[in-house]
């Protein structure tokens, strides 16, 4: 993970349905409804008076206010000048109350300044645009006499797709000029709506505001039953559990919580080495909670990797010469003496006093520099030198293979390594992190060459959007499915051994703690409890398919003891299957609103609208007819 995230949840209430899903910039990318997410994304813009169009707030950060669907953000023009956007979404049973409120913090020369609402063209090809007062306009497939559809004021307009299933609409309160544009260029193809919030240009400490109501709903035909298959029949890969990081905030209550309430198949932690280098002789409170909680660990029986993320300064090329967040700092070669030694005397006073010793060691992702940066060359060099330290001291620790950042073509990073049967004998491992996923291919490649090595692969962070703490979009129902999404979809392509979720901590928190009562798990807790908890450990991850893209399904088989997750990212529809052994099943169930509901199966399996479903029985006597 890039940054420190050191975050403070609200305890709130329950809400109503998620109407629409916010990256971490505070713009909507996607509407929701009960079927597959529709991407209508928003932004700002400013056109300057050579046509340039400039996108707000630009690099400048945006902020959260505190747990509400809030954002504030300063912007600056190419010429220098310099405004402030607020905006905030309100969301509930009727829909979306959308508003931005814009403040000129000097002149700006502007043409004007607009919202920006990007409709998938996919979705919307062959609708229309309907507003009052005028003729429906068409969203054809073919560009006619150029790319505005539509140009003028309007108080409400609407959008269907082709089907009429869709019907997305905004409703300005008063008339507003807007423009629809048939958009293709490098970032995508789309219907933009373009709505002036200001013209220009602007006087310093001129004001604007814009306001919509989003309504939104999305009522497909319902589809056909889903048909799922295990095939018994092909080999499947062994499979730990599933974990979780624990690299900070150990001391929180709700590191505590998760730590008490969910299954361990795989962990990681954090060597401070910063803070070890100046406590050794008596360990502060936040390493001591490191090293209770890595003791846990060894007790219980859990794998774990310890990484490290800085160093001391003496111990880099640029010593003092660089902030603490820059990347790919090169530790310095005369120091490795002294590096292996402070490293060495950690994992020491670790067993020694807490009975805790890592299974593997890593610098967290080298092949970026997050951040000890590491050529594919210096890592192998690395698994060496330490590796040999630790075989000299005793310790069982092995060398973690990669931990390198993103799955996008990474794989090449441990190559090197690879070929070097010196540096092999070290290796215990292999692992990368899913931030920004990446394709089938991809994730394959991971697995390949884990299975090549004939050693474990690990996803020891795994995680969608490593930008999300600046904000917290992680804290959202939706951005639970997408991380169930790929944890289904690691398991489908890349065959991890074990995974470790980033984190189980309060950062990027599965729970939420208002310090004035207990701990609350969120729905993106049971989520991730359903791997957790219902997958039997040491488990095989048997061969399964799913002929609809929008169900992902995954099982597990130990003895006789069947697990099946099955992920609906869309509206609810049976199942059937193929290749079920018979057996008593049991179902839990999560959706939106109800979290790990159980029940038993009788009959056929519904799967609801936008859920994570686990089905668990015990059979010796494997089917392999339709089971309906």
């Known amino acids: 993970m890039r940054r420190r995230a050191l975050l403070l949840l609200l305890c709130l209430p329950a809400a109503a349905a998620e109407k629409a899903a916010y990256d971490s910039n505070g713009r909507i990318v996607a509407m929701l409804s009960q079927a597959e997410d529709v991407p209508v994304s928003t932004s700002f813009v400013a056109v300057l008076p050579n046509g340039m169009r400039v996108p707000l707030p630009g690099r400048s950060e945006v902020r959260r206010e505190g747990s509400a669907l809030a954002w504030h953000a300063p912007f600056e023009l190419p010429d220098g000048g310099r405004g402030r956007l607020d905006w905030n979404s309100e969301e509930n049973d009727g829909g979306l109350q959308y508003s931005m409120n814009l403040t000129a913090e000097t002149a700006l020369d502007v043409e004007a300044i607009e919202f920006i609402a990007d409709l998938p063209h996919d979705a919307f090809v062959n609708g229309i645009m309907r507003a009052s007062g005028i003729q429906p306009i068409p969203l054809p497939p073919v560009r006619a006499a150029g790319p505005v559809l539509y140009r003028g004021d309007l108080t409400y307009l609407g959008f269907a797709d082709a089907g009429g299933a869709i019907d997305l609409s905004f409703d300005f309160g008063h008339q507003q000029g807007v423009a629809l544009v048939d958009r293709w260029d490098n970032r995508g193809r789309s219907f933009q709506l373009r709505v002036a919030v200001a013209r220009g ?47 900070w905030n150990n001391q929180s209550s709700i590191a505590k919580y998760t730590l008490d309430h969910l299954k361990l198949g795989w962990a990681r932690s954090e060597m401070k080495v910063i803070q070890w280098d100046k406590q050794r002789p008596s360990p502060g409170p936040e390493i001591r909670a490191d090293l209770e909680t890595m003791g846990r660990f060894t007790k219980q029986g859990v794998p774990f990797v310890i990484s490290i993320w800085w160093l001391p300064e003496r111990f880099y090329t640029d010593a003092y010469e660089k902030a603490r967040s820059a990347h790919f700092r090169l530790i310095k070669p005369e120091k490795w003496g002294e590096l292996l030694e402070l490293i060495g005397s950690y994992l020491l006073y670790a067993r020694r006093e807490y009975g805790a010793e890592p299974d593997l060691f890593s610098f967290n992702e080298a092949n970026i520099g997050v951040y000890v940066g590491l050529t594919p060359e210096t890592h192998t060099e690395a698994i060496k030198r330490i590796g040999a330290h630790f075989a000299n001291l005793g310790l069982k620790t092995k060398m973690l293979l990669g931990d390198a950042t993103g799955p996008k073509d990474t794989h090449k990073f441990v190559l090197d390594t690879a070929a070097d049967p010196e540096a092999l004998q070290y290796v215990g491992a292999i692992g990368f992190h899913s931030w920004g996923g990446g394709t089938p291919e991809q994730y394959s490649a991971w697995g390949e060459v884990a299975r090549w090595l004939h050693l474990p692969l690990l996803v020891t962070e795994l995680g969608v959007d490593a930008a999300a703490y600046h904000t917290r979009s992680w804290d959202s129902y939706d951005y639970g499915l997408r991380e169930a999404q790929m944890t289904q979809e690691l398991l489908l392509y890349a065959h991890p051994q074990g995974t470790q979720y980033w984190q189980f901590t309060n950062d990027y928190a599965l729970a939420r703690d208002s310090r ?36 992902l399904f995954t099982a597990f088989r130990k003895g006789d003891l069947y697990t099946l997750h099955i992920l609906n990212l869309g509206q609810t529809r049976p199942v059937t299957f193929r290749g079920l052994p018979v057996a008593d099943w049991q179902i839990t169930e999560t959706t939106e609103s109800t979290q790990f509901s159980r029940k038993a199966l009788h009959g056929e399996l519904t799967l609801p609208a936008r859920s994570l479903v686990t089905i668990v029985g015990q059979s010796s006597r494997p089917a392999n007819n339709w089971q309906k």
Not at 226 to 247: A, E, I, S, W
């Open 201 to 247: 240009p602007l006087d310093n400490d001129a004001k604007a505001r814009f306001t919509a109501r989003i309504g939104f709903s999305n009522h497909p035909p319902a589809p056909p039953p889903v048909h799922l298959t295990l095939d018994l029949t092909k080999p499947g890969f062994p499979f730990d559990g599933f974990g979780g990081n624990y690299c």
């Open 516 to 551: 004035e009562g207990p701990v609350e798990a969120t729905a993106r807790f049971y989520l991730v409890k359903h791997f957790t908890d219902l997958t039997p450990q040491h488990s095989e991850a048997l061969a399964t398919t799913s002929d609809q893209k929008g169900v």
